[in-house]
């Protein structure tokens, strides 16, 4: 099971929306409405941002917003912020025991 | 608040044995499933083995299958992840991660940095 896509990069002025896509296959993204996405500051552990596709914890903003369609996921950040500037990765659950999950590459948002 | 508290990385030569622990508050361990994911230095996130709560239920990557077990202690609210044979690709920092709906993890330890080299 290969890692799934994501662009290596993406980059947005304070106040614009960015998405970041997450292409995987009909056995992870596309089967199961069980795509997550974290956020990783340098240095630091990941953060749950969003879980089951669409939801998002209590705790974070609503600035960041998750959707799926067919075998690709996006997440959103509406009125990027110096603080968004992190590495984000999405997650699914996969139909095999090994792995259970598959994450993303990986992409760098840079706030210019 | 949920808090995992990480210890047991450090320096071992290829081959040898290590053996991590994270000890876990603020939630009712017992009830949860637990996931060990790595990042090799400058790479992404790899997910490397799962536990189920009451332990009965383990799955593993193929990278590290034979080779690492997983277990959990619900008395002493801790998991463990010994791993032997260690190889310089198993060089990374390793964090524990609560499972939640089977489908993702919130709650992160804060990381264990291990090094493979001779």
């Known amino acids: 099971q290969s890692a799934l896509t994501q662009p290596a990069s993406v980059s947005g002025s304070p106040g614009q929306s960015i998405t970041i896509s997450c292409a995987g296959t009909s056995s992870d993204v596309g089967g199961y409405n069980f795509v997550s996405w974290y956020q990783q500051h340098p240095g630091e552990a990941p953060k749950l941002m969003i879980y089951e596709v669409t939801k998002r914890p209590s705790a974070v903003s609503n600035r960041f917003s998750g959707s799926k369609s067919g075998n690709t996921a996006s997440l959103t950040i509406s009125g990027l912020q110096a603080e968004d500037e992190a590495d984000y990765y999405c997650s699914s659950y996969t139909s095999g025991s090994t792995p259970l999950y598959v994450f993303g590459t990986g992409t760098k948002v840079t706030v210019l | 608040e949920v808090q995992l508290v990480q210890s047991g990385g450090g320096l071992v030569q290829p081959g040898g044995s290590l053996r991590l622990s994270c000890a876990a508050s603020g939630f009712t361990f017992s009830s949860h499933a637990m996931n060990w994911v790595r990042q090799a230095p400058g790479k992404g996130l790899e997910w490397v083995s799962y536990?189920?709560?009451?332990?009965?239920?383990?799955f593993y990557a193929d990278s590290v299958k034979g080779r690492f077990t997983i277990s959990r202690d619900n008395a002493k609210n801790s998991l463990y992840l010994q791993m032997n044979s260690l190889r310089d690709e198993d060089t990374a920092v390793y964090y524990c991660a609560r499972d939640l709906g089977g489908s993702y993890s919130q709650g992160w330890g804060q990381g264990a940095l291990v090094t493979v080299s001779s």
């Open positions: 536990i189920y709560n009451t332990g009965s239920t383990i």
